[in-house]
Structures are given as C-alpha cells and as structure tokens.
C-alpha cells in the first residue's frame, strides 16, 4: 500500500505517527508513506535557518506531537516528550549531531528554556525533525518512509481510489492521501497590486502579506519612516525585525519595566489597524499541562448532547453562553481577590443561574468600575476624542494589560477570562463543525465578528512582545496612528492616518501589510488548490441560507467526521483527506499546533485520518 502526506508540517508529522502506530493492527503487509514538501520537515512556517527572534506564541511546554490518554481515539497511545521535555532532555545533543545553520542560537536557547518561556519556531521546526528522525528509526522493517522535497502539482483519480500525484517532471500512484496544506499565500488582491505599482512608478516600498520569515524587513531603510498595516502578531514580529534585530536592545529596569536602547539603524515605525489596539497579551500561565476550569454555559455536555440530538442554538444564544463562561470566571476570581466578603461560591452560583442580567452584580455590590464591559474591550478609544486623548489611552491600555497578563491567568479576573476564551475553543470548533447554528448565524454572529473580537482578545503575544512595544513607543521609535487606519498616495509619498484622527496624517516611504492574508482556497497560489478546483476533484465550502441564497466561504468542503475532500458533484472523495488550513470556514480556528493532555483536535483527527487511510474499502 503507498500513501502520499502532502505537506510535511505539524499535521501530517502527526498522522505519520499514527500510521505506525495502526500499522500493527491492520491487514497491510508492505506499507510505503512518501511526505511531499518543498520546505523539508517541519514545513515552511518552523524552518530551523530563520531568524531566532521569532517566537512562537504558545509555551514549549504546551506544545507537542505525541498522544496521551486524554485524546478520544481507536488508535494506540504513544505517548511523548513535549517541546520543552524533548529540548531539556535531548535537544541539545541532537542539534550538535545535525547540520543546523543556526545551532549556536539553539542551543543557547535551550538552555535558558524554562516552562514559561515560549520557544523560538525555529525549536520547533528541530523539534519536528526530531519527532520525524525517531519515527523513521522505529519504523518497522516492512515500512519504507521517504521525504520528497517537492511540491505536488496535480492530483488525479485513475480507478475507484487509486491517485495519480505529479510532481514537475514525474509521476507516482498511491492508494489514499492526506493533505495539509497550511496557509500558503494568495494572489494579491487589486489593492496589493495598485499599491506595489504605485511604490515601483516612486521609488518607495511595498511589502504585501507574507510569512515574516520570508518578507523583506531588510529592504526598509534605517531612519525612513515605514508604516505596518495589522497590530496582531504578524505586527509583533515585524516589530522585532526592525528593532532588535537591528541591534537594538532592551533593558529591564528596577521597576520591572523595560527601556529600548536604539541601535539607530531602525525606521521609524508608524502602525495602526481596523481596531488601532494591538492584541491582548496572553496571561502569565500558572496551569499545570492539561488543566482547565470547568466550562457552566457552552459546557461539554450541552455541546455533546446537541450534536446527539441534532439540535440548533441561536448564533446570539451561542455567543451568550461564550460570554457568559468568560465573565464567570472573571466574577468569580474579582470576588475572591477583592469582594472578600462575600461568599465566593454563593455569588458564583447566583451568577451561574443569571449570567446576563446586571441584578446579581448590583445585588452583590460589584461597583460599575470592576465590570466587564465587551462593548468597552471592543473599542478601547471609544473615549479618546483627540490624537493626544489617544496617546494617553492606549499607554494606559499596554500598561493595564502587562499589569493584568503579569498577575496570571489563574489570578488576574481579565486574564482569566481571556484564558477561558482560549479553553472554549475545543467547544466552538463542534458547534461550527457541526453546525449547531444556522448558517445565517454563523455568518452573522461568528465570521461578521466574533472571530476578529476573539483574535483580539484571546490570540495575542507572549507579555514580553507587549512590554517590548511599551517600551519602543516611550522610544519614540514606534507611533501607533489610532482605528479605522486610511491609507492613501499622494504625490511621490503613501499617507496614512486614522479615521478618528484624520487631521493627524504621517508620510511614509514604505508600508509593509503586518498581517497574513485570510486563507482563501479561490485565490491561493497553490497550484494543486487550483488543479483540485479546476478538475471538481475539490470545491468550496458553501453556507446555505433560508431565503434560498449561498454564500461561498474560501474553505475546502470537507465531511463533518471524516475529513474527507468533497467533489464537485458533492461526493466525498474517497481515502483523499484534506485537513488544516485550507479548511478554515467550515471548521474553526485550525491554525495552531496541538497542546498536550487536553484531547487536542488535531491529534484526534490524526489518528482518525490514518485509521481510515489503512482500512479503506469500497
Ligand atoms: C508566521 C506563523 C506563525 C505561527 N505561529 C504559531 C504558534 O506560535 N503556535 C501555533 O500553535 N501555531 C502557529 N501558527 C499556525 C500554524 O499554521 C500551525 O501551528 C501549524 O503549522 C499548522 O500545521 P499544518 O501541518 O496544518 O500546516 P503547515 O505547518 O503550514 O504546513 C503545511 C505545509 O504544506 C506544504 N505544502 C503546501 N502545498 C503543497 C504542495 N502542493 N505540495 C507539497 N507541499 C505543500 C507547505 O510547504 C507547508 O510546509 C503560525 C503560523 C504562521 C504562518
């Protein structure tokens, strides 16, 4: 039997791992894998070569490739050393016994590497060919694994599930396939273009979305003035390229705070997004690996039983109980730490039968100051009349969320609360995927905002990438322009301002788009997205509303269990699998890499792709 994973990043690591791990139990005698990527092992997005500033956003210790006992599978459990385990416990040999181009800075790495630091995606990128290098080892004899360091142009079907991959100048047959593609990069949109035919007719710089590994930082002069569009991570990273990467440099001082240190060979640095806030921090954790707090409202058992039963919520009902499981936590760690009087368990159950109305807080004499107030989170500036009133408020804004992010997300009530966002996920992934609202709701409620408001508040930096950007603001090396960010030509410059502020506008000689591009199958550069769509071997995902009107999402329509490729007649393709990325719409937030000892999705799915990848009949 031949099986082809294309892509060969987190995902598909994962389901070769589960395929030995099946391989004993089914009637398959020679078993051949063959991993397709032009980006080697670890994929395009953990290259061990680039730049050691850039850091992931989830702790080394919470990050893995293994199974354990708590992932709801058929398959067998092997379980496995996290990033941090493997890098404390044999990182440092295996770096020195391979080729890396950049192992002084891994291992230095390394040895700092604590359980509260978050690893550099170089790490993880070692860390995977680690994980692939023992497989490979351990393979059964019968077993033959090969990397091919080549793109797949085209897939076919030639009998009932037999493929034909193309590859540029070659062909190959296999028997099932699985795809994960990752986010890729799309064909620029007619904003792009103008954009970048306007900075080659004036000699400035325009640099479209990317992944930052890949983008151009050095091109931006130092001492020009350049403008990031997007204040998310991608703006993080961006933000470090310029900066330290340059040979700036931080220092912490007594009181904790830090304080930038130019190298001067930096621009100067103005930003702005749609919110003009840049993300929330991510909280100190103080959670041991695979510990959550119970979830009251979009709890494990409603989900469950609706999927059962096949019922529906209203997208307002979904949202509601979200927002309800967040604020209870936040309530109930504010009353610990500061309404000491009360009963913490009393007010919690009271807040549990009545989560929406203002009566229980007044009731309990929560004062208007410590409420959670959404519709403030979602418009920090929503006050802030003038440029300056801006300045000061959004310094007010990174000082607060450091304080908050420092205090834990097992004791600052905030931080909680975004961590609870962050332990719902596993919850709102089943309603999206099993479409547990109506499709008119999710449109409405989750893709019209939630999902913004959620990366706002819940897919934010390490602390230190909010402490850095304090700091290079008091610098006078990063502006942040405000909300609503305008940009427009004039002359031989790009302008930029914010709507709220538009007396307030900056010149600059260079832009660069400080985010990555939704991923959208119809626009993907990929030539295999594009041969799938063009020959119905593939299609887009599309949302069905009441009046008899669709709205076609970028996503590949996969099935709900089996994650297999639907054609264009609406059937299921069969033992072609798609998964990840390329998915995003019709599942929910698939692109992270899996977390130990909480039944992470990815795992599950790996296990289930590779079990039915082995045991495929008609
Ligand atoms: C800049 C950036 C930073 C991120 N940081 C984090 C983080 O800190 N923590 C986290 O959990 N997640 C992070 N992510 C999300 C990331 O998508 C996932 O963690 C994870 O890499 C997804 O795994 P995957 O295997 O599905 O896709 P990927 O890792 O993206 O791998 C897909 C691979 O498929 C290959 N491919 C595509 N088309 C073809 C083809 N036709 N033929 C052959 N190969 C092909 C690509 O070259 C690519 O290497 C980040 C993503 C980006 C872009």
């Keep these: 039997m031949k099986i082809a994973l294309i892509g060969a990043g987190p995902r598909n690591l994962m389901a070769l791992e589960r395929l030995l791990a099946w391989y004993p139990r089914v009637q398959v005698s020679n078993l051949e894998i063959h991993l397709f990527d032009p980006f080697g092992i670890g994929g395009r997005v953990w290259q061990s070569d680039q730049p050691h500033e850039l850091l992931m956003n989830s702790l080394a210790a919470k990050i893995t490739l293994f199974t354990d006992h708590t992932i709801e599978m058929e398959g067998p459990v092997n379980p496995g050393p996290t990033l941090l385990e493997w890098a404390q416990r044999s990182g ?184 003009g ?8 954790d103080q959670k041991a690996v695979g510990e959550t707090r119970p979830l009251y409202f979009l709890s494990n058992q409603l989900v469950a039983h609706m999927i059962e039963n096949q019922e529906q919520m209203s997208g307002q009902e979904f949202l509601n109980d979200i927002y309800s499981d967040a604020a209870c936590t936040y309530y109930t760690k504010l009353v610990a730490q500061k309404y000491t009087g009360i009963s913490a368990h009393e007010f919690e159950q009271a807040f549990q039968n009545d989560p929406l109305s203002k009566e229980v807080l007044d009731d309990y004499g929560i004062a208007e100051e410590d409420r959670l107030d959404w519709e403030a989170l979602a418009h920090p500036d929503a006050f802030a009349k003038t440029y300056a009133d801006f300045q000061k408020v959004l310094l007010q804004y990174l000082d607060h969320d450091i304080t908050e992010a420092k205090w834990g997300n097992k004791t600052s009530p905030f ?77 031989n410059e790009f302008v930029a301002y914010s709507k709220r502020y538009p007396e307030h506008k900056v010149a600059v000689k260079s832009v660069i788009e400080a985010r990555l591009a939704p991923v959208d199958i119809r626009i993907s550069r990929n030539e295999l997205i594009q041969n799938l769509l063009e020959t119905g071997m593939a299609r887009p995902y599309e949302l069905h509303f009441q009046n008899g009107s669709t709205k076609q999402l970028g996503a590949m329509d996969v099935t709900t269990e089996t994650a297999e490729m639907i054609d264009s007649d609406g059937d299921p393709v069969p033992n072609v699998y798609i998964w990840g990325l390329s998915t995003e719409g019709r599942h929910w937030l698939t692109n992270g890499s899996p977390i130990p000892s909480v039944n992470d999705v990815r795992l599950r799915m790996a296990d289930m792709i590779a079990n039915q990848i082995l045991t495929y009949t008609d």
Aim: proline letters at 3%; a negative charge; glycine letters at 8%.
């Design 92 to 275: 440092i040999t295996f770096i020195q016994a391979g080729h890396y181009e950049k192992a002084n800075y891994l291992v230095k790495e390394i040895g700092h590497l604590t359980s509260e630091s978050y690893s550099s995606r170089a790490l993880f990128g070692v860390y995977q060919d680690w994980f692939y290098q023992q497989l490979v080892q351990k393979a059964p004899e019968m077993v033959h694994i090969e990397l091919h360091k080549t793109a797949v142009k085209t897939v076919k079907g030639l009998t009932h599930h037999a493929y034909e991959l193309r590859f540029d100048d070659s062909a190959e047959t296999f028997d099932g396939v699985s795809m994960a593609l990752g986010e890729g990069m799309s064909e620029p949109s007619s904003t792009e273009k103008e954009l970048t035919h306007f900075a080659n007719e004036h000699h400035l710089i325009y640099l479209r979305t990317g992944y930052p590994s890949e983008q151009a930082y050095d091109s931006i002069p130092a001492q020009s003035s350049v403008l990031l569009r997007g204040l998310g991570l991608n703006f993080m990273d961006a933000m470090i390229m310029l900066t330290t990467h340059r040979g700036g440099k931080f220092h912490r001082q007594k009181d904790d705070t830090l304080v930038y240190e130019p190298s001067g060979k930096e621009p100067k640095i103005y930003a702005g997004s749609g919110r």
């Design 277 to 284: 806030f840049p993300y929330h921090a991510r909280g100190f």
């Design 415 to 491: 931080a909680s609360a975004m961590d609870t966002l962050r332990e719902l996920r596993t919850n709102i992934r089943k309603v999206v995927t099993y479409k547990l609202i109506s499709d008119e709701d999710y449109a409405k409620y989750i893709l019209g905002g939630f999902n913004s408001f959620n990366s706002f508040l819940a897919v934010g930096p390490p602390i230190l990438r909010l402490e850095q950007l304090l700091a290079l603001i008091k610098a006078g090396v990063i502006e942040i322009l405000g909300s609503q960010l305008q940009l427009e030509t004039s002359g």
